[in-house]
């Protein structure tokens, strides 16, 4: 087997190198940035920023480009895109590869990407035209007046996403975007672009019109920015502090805006789950990726007459689970995402410590392992005199809470300022679809990690309070690409009234109205 150092090389050779980075908008870049892969701290690749003047021709030429694109028929804007989820399975092992390299996550949450991107290509090439379909209502007067309500495209959608999860952000959201009829201009993190300008080679070769998806590089207060003063709608997902500057920018200019921002999410194990099941789902909720993923569980909330029996349990499986920066399967987590999230999730865990906090297991980092690696952490006796107690860590560190009841347990899970995800482990699933409404997230799964949600394509996935605003998947994810435009239309007479007959016609209208009313009809 090749050393890592050389699977690099072979991902990413010069030539690959410069046919990828071709594809960023800068049309003269004066300046580059040199990125590591989190795997080994080694060079991955020089990427050539994007400029404020480069974020405006982009727009443009999206702009430009968008005619041709909202021209061809639902049937053809979703034949390019099967084509594209056609090939990208088919070489779903060389984005692996890439996206391992800039994110430093295991083989099998580098899958769970590629699945995602995959999943809405597929769902809303075969929806979208139904989605958009027009709908006709009755006019003022039925029969003799009618409205069609219908969904245009906004334009030139701007698309800003973050580091964790690059090509399934980045391109899950361009290709709804894309099916409603828009252009985009998307800004990923320049540390984790190789891959989404791969996912745009694979598009432009399945038959996307050329302009109509632009790829900037640069930071988000710079670029990012610019995009969101430039686009007509503006799709963020990213922390919760830089969510709020963008909704500013937006409505400054009273465009709309999507946000999925921070998340601080509670797993809770009820009294009766099964402890197997609920060992399992814990785990994989805590440490997905190494625990840098907005929906993944920080806070582990366990009811008192299981807690004596699930601690120990998670506690072993957690002590053995595998850790690695192969770029292979077989690994249960990977590295952090640089040095910043090591220090952050190091300063959390010393910070509870310091406050009187115990770690059951880990707690340091594993150097010896790869320069950015941590070991899955487990915390107990967390209060809020703690950083952990409230504030969004990022990284693999789960907290345990222990309950007396489901009261409890709801109330715990609604104390924080975050509302994105929840999970329920309980044997009596009615019981568990009874307490989801009252827990104040997006989306709830039950007897799953948060992939249960994630994988559910067709259900819109929400956010609350500081957790953000907008969907993502379903219905909702398409259609807030879309801006409604009704067409009403008399076919018969006409709505005047003379001024001597407006009393007998108010009469007349209201008789009607009663009608209406009686026979069911809306």
């Known amino acids: ?69 909202t021209a061809l028929s639902h049937r053809r804007r979703a034949a390019v895109v099967l084509d594209f989820h056609d090939r990208l399975l088919a070489q779903r092992e060389d984005v692996l590869d890439l996206i391992q390299l800039e994110t430093g996550k295991t083989r099998a949450n580098a899958f769970e990407e590629v699945a995602e991107v995959a999943n809405v290509a597929r769902y809303y090439a075969r929806s979208a035209a139904k989605l958009l379909a027009p709908r ?24 800003i996403t973050p580091w964790n999860y690059p090509f399934a952000l980045s391109l ?16 990923p993190d320049p540390r984790t ?12 070769a399945a038959g996307l019109p050329p302009g109509v998806l632009q790829v900037l590089t640069g930071e ?25 500057q963008v909704a500013r920018l937006a409505a400054d200019r009273l465009v709309g805006c999507s946000l999925e921002l921070g998340g601080k999410n509670a797993l809770y194990v009820r009294a009766d789950a099964p402890l197997e099941l609920a060992v399992d789902v814990a785990l994989r909720s805590a440490f997905a990726a190494g625990g840098q993923v907005c929906a993944h569980t920080e806070r582990l909330v366990v009811h008192d007459d299981i807690a004596d029996a699930f601690v120990p349990r998670f506690l072993e499986a957690v002590q053995g689970m595998r850790l690695g920066v192969a770029l292979d399967y077989g690994y249960d987590m990977g590295s952090l995402f640089g040095p910043d999230q090591l220090q952050r999730v190091g300063d959390h865990v010393r910070d509870a410590v310091r406050h009187g906090a115990r770690v059951l297991t880990g707690g340091r980092a594993r150097p010896d392992l790869g320069p950015w690696v941590y070991e899955p952490t487990v915390l107990d006796g967390v209060t809020a005199a703690m950083d952990v107690r409230d504030a969004e860590t990022f990284g693999p560190v789960v907290s345990i809470y222990r309950v007396r009841d489901d009261e409890a347990a709801i109330r715990l899970i609604n104390d924080s300022d975050y509302g994105l995800h929840a999970t329920i482990v309980s044997a009596d699933r009615a019981a568990a679809r009874r307490l989801a409404p009252r827990l ?62 407006q009393r007998r016609f108010a009469g007349l209208f209201s008789g009607g109205l009663i009608v209406l009313r009686r026979s069911g009809l809306r």
């Open 136 to 159: 006709r209502f009755r006019g003022a007067l039925p029969v003799l007046g009618a409205a069609t309500e219908r969904r245009l495209p906004r334009g030139v959608v701007g698309i």
């Open 220 to 244: 988000g207060d710079v670029i990012g920015a610019a995009v969101a003063r430039g686009a007509d709608y503006v799709c963020f997902t990213g922390s919760t502090g830089t969510g709020r």
């Open 1 to 69: 087997m090749r050393s890592l150092v050389e699977r690099q090389h072979h991902v990413l050779d010069d030539a690959q190198l410069a046919d990828l980075t071709s594809l960023i908008f800068a049309e003269a870049p004066t300046e580059h940035r040199l990125v590591h892969t989190p795997l080994t701290g080694l060079p991955l690749a020089e990427i050539p920023l994007s400029t404020r003047s480069d974020v405006g021709c982009a727009v443009q030429q999206a702009r430009s480009a968008l005619r041709a694109w």
């Open 440 to 501: 104040r997230t997006g989306t709830v799964s039950i007897n799953e990690s948060f992939i249960a949600s994630w994988g559910a394509t067709g259900a819109a996935m929400g956010a609350r309070g500081h957790s953000g605003s907008g969907g993502r998947h379903g219905a909702e994810g398409l259609l807030k690409y879309t801006v409604v435009q009704s067409v009403a239309e008399q076919r018969v007479g006409s709505l005047a009234v003379d001024r001597t007959a």
């Open 193 to 204: 672009c190789l891959s989404v300008l791969w996912g745009l080679r694979l598009l432009l």
């Open 172 to 187: 899950g959201d361009a290709l709804a975007a894309l099916l409603a009829g828009n252009a985009v201009v998307l800004r």
